[in-house]
């Protein structure tokens, strides 16, 4: 009769275990599922609820939510995607996107200034490549750099006085998306700069530098120097570059089609 007695508290003990151990399976379960949802609702809300991306090109990212993208010229006309103070034009442009900011400038009554994005790839100089062999897409991000330092009347990088580019690596405390490296820097413009007959306002810059394979891309932040910190200008394109997706295809002609915008997470 004790025996019988210990063979059944013995099974009740085993179901218990069972049961605690699946409650608990099912307690982290739960908590995993609020942890990505409340990872969904950080990005969704500062990101616009579509990807933009440009086919035959393998990229496609979120820009942040207020920005609005700026159209590109039609065929045979004047590209004016790029504002005056960048007087030369970025080499592989392939998307623009401009928004109106919060500034805090003390002693000013002004309380809004203007914001660009632009992405620039090394995809075009692939296709150029296929018609003039003497194109080195390889070459994209030191003639950026040329570019930008034209622009900004800052002087070229050198071995012994580079410009101060800074490993970054996305996500951070989350596995949701695949981990991300690339590079950034923050060059600030030394002088004011007239925009579009607005006022003279100081200009920082983002350069964010990422390679895959061959494939390379900078994603250049234009923003006045006064916009709100409350905004979280560094923090909104960290989450850009986050879920940002780029492959490392090399595009053809004969695949090449117009850059969209599409829909998807």
């Known amino acids: 009769m004790l025996s019988r007695l210990t063979r059944f508290l ?3 003990l085993a179901a218990s275990i069972v049961c605690g151990c699946g409650s608990q399976a099912y307690e982290e379960r739960l908590e995993q599922s609020r942890k990505y949802f409340e ?5 969704d809300a500062v990101l616009q609820p579509r990807w933009w991306q440009a086919d035959g090109f393998g990229l496609q990212f979120r820009p942040p939510a207020d920005f609005v993208e700026i159209p590109g010229p039609a065929e045979g006309e004047p590209d004016h995607r790029q504002p005056g103070f960048l007087p030369r034009p970025l080499r592989g442009l392939i998307g623009a996107w401009e928004a109106t900011v919060d500034v805090d400038i003390e002693g000013s009554d002004v309380a809004e200034q203007r914001a660009w994005i632009f992405l620039c790839t090394n995809h075009e100089a692939f296709l150029r490549k296929e018609d003039d062999p003497l194109v080195e897409p390889e070459k994209f991000t ?3 750099i040329g570019d930008i330092g034209f622009c900004l009347r800052y002087a070229a990088p050198t071995a012994e006085e580079p410009w101060p580019f800074v490993e970054e690596r996305t996500p951070a405390g989350t596995r949701y998306v695949p981990v991300k490296d690339y590079i ?16 003279e306002v100081n200009m920082s810059f983002m350069l964010n530098q990422y390679t895959v394979d061959s494939i390379q891309m900078m994603l250049i932040v234009a ?6 910190t409350r905004y979280g200008i560094e923090n909104r394109i960290r989450t850009v570059m986050e879920t940002l997706r ?9 695949k090449m089609k117009v850059p969209t915008s599409g829909g998807g997470f």
Do not use: F, H, W
């Not at 950034?184 to 006022?199: E, F, M, Q």
């Not at 923003?223 to 709100?228: E, F, G, L, N, Q």
């Not at 780029?246 to 004969?254: D, F, Q, V």
């Open 223 to 228: 923003y006045p120097t006064a916009i709100d």
């Open 246 to 254: 780029m492959t490392n295809e090399i595009p053809s002609k004969k």
């Open 39 to 43: 990872y969904r609702q950080g990005v």
């Open 142 to 144: 030191d003639q950026m």
């Open 184 to 199: 950034v820097t923050n060059p600030t413009l030394d002088d004011r700069v007239n925009i579009d007959g607005s006022g």
């Open 10 to 12: 013995s099974g009740l």
